[in-house]
T-cell receptor, first 114, second 109 residues
């Protein structure tokens, strides 16, 4: 099992460019999440998908869109990148929304917007 | 919504000493409290968790305590080792996980 995988590992964008971050999991998990991690700010939830076919906003959704392509894949799109979106992005999954379920994180994507 | 405060933001201890990290949460409906360890450049990984119907849980050198009345929970690491050096995050579950801002633990040999 690869667990949760993310591509790319690193990316540099110019302001205004767009890109899609890819995430896939092979654990048959229902729920998937996108977080951003900034120094001193912890992990903040951008969007999540409780199950295939549903997506919801988290704490910091502005400037992002998501697609739950199928049960395995959950992508994050930046339509017009801004320097404030420079961050490390983590995808995560867990079996479902119920409490007591471990979240498994991907390796992260380090994004720089100049 | 839920708010999780974590203290201290940095903690330096000598090898063999104990380390304690504390978190408070705001939403009394929160019912699951995991702790994650993140080594430099790596992904966060779960090290221990506790549910609201339990007051304490232990796993070798790591323990977590929960005080529901006061809405706070703590991570205790005993006999610290250099490989315990990392950033530790607490979180509270109320619909989704809300993370604290992290504690950078340094264990000096």
């Amino acid at each position: 099992n690869a667990g949760v995988t993310q591509t790319p590992k690193f990316q540099v964008l110019k302001t205004g460019q767009s890109m899609t971050l890819q995430c896939a999991q092979d654990m048959n998990h229902n729920s998937m999440y996108w977080y951003r991690q900034d120094p001193g700010m912890g992990l903040r939830l951008i969007y999540y998908s409780a199950s295939e076919g549903t997506t919801d906003k988290g704490e910091v959704p502005n400037g992002y869109n998501v697609s739950r392509l199928n049960k395995r894949e959950f992508s994050l799109r930046l339509e017009s990148a801004a320097p404030s979106q420079t961050s490390v992005y983590f995808c995560a999954s867990n079996p479902g929304l119920a409490a007591g379920r471990e979240q498994y994180f991907g390796p992260g994507t380090r994004l720089t917007v100049t | 919504g839920e708010n999780v405060e974590q203290h201290p933001s940095t903690l330096s201890v000598q090898e063999g000493d104990s380390a304690v990290i504390k978190c408070t949460y705001s939403d009394s409906a929160s019912n699951y409290f995991p702790w994650y360890k993140q080594e430099l450049g790596k992904r966060p990984q779960l090290i221990i968790d506790i549910r609201s119907n339990v007051g304490e849980k232990k796993d070798q050198r790591i323990a977590v305590t929960l005080n529901k009345t006061a809405k706070h929970f703590s991570l205790h690491i005993t006999e610290t080792q250099p490989e315990d050096s990392a950033v530790y995050f607490c979180a509270a579950f109320e619909g989704n996980l809300i993370f604290g801002k992290g504690t950078k633990l340094s264990v000096k040999p």
